[in-house]
């Protein structure tokens, strides 16, 4: 696995985790003040490890019903383990996908398409960064 990141290392961290890399939030200016890393969701203990390992600010995590199992196993692990457990977790999917993970612990859920501005929105709400407060 080779993450993709995009941003300066000073900046807190957005773990982005996909079945497909696809940049997000790029025409948004409180994105900008994040950096960026973009992981495949294929490989949970890889993710896993990086999470442990690197502890971003904020994980946002895209579900499928193909990757379904994969996802949610994902995020009981990271409730499960001391160093993971308090890092805000964001879902993104369709209704379906909504219905079927109601039960995990997670800390909000976005349906998908969204646009930047609720992407924002959910950012700020999940993150203490000063800048949300002038953009919000």
Partial sequence: MNPHTIGDSTFPTILIVQE???KIGSD???LTLFNKVYISQKQNKIV????QQNQPNLIILELNKSLEENC???ITLLRSD???RD????VTGNSFVLRAIK???YNTFLK???SSRELEKVVCSLTHLSACKVFA
């Fill in 20 to 22: 497909k890399i696809v």
């Fill in 28 to 30: 948004s200016l409180i």
């Fill in 48 to 51: 896993l490890s990086w999470i």
């Fill in 72 to 74: 949610s196993s994902l």
């Fill in 82 to 84: 001391w160093l993971t």
């Fill in 87 to 90: 890092i805000p977790i964001v």
């Fill in 103 to 105: 039960n995990l612990d």
């Fill in 112 to 114: 998908t398409p969204y």
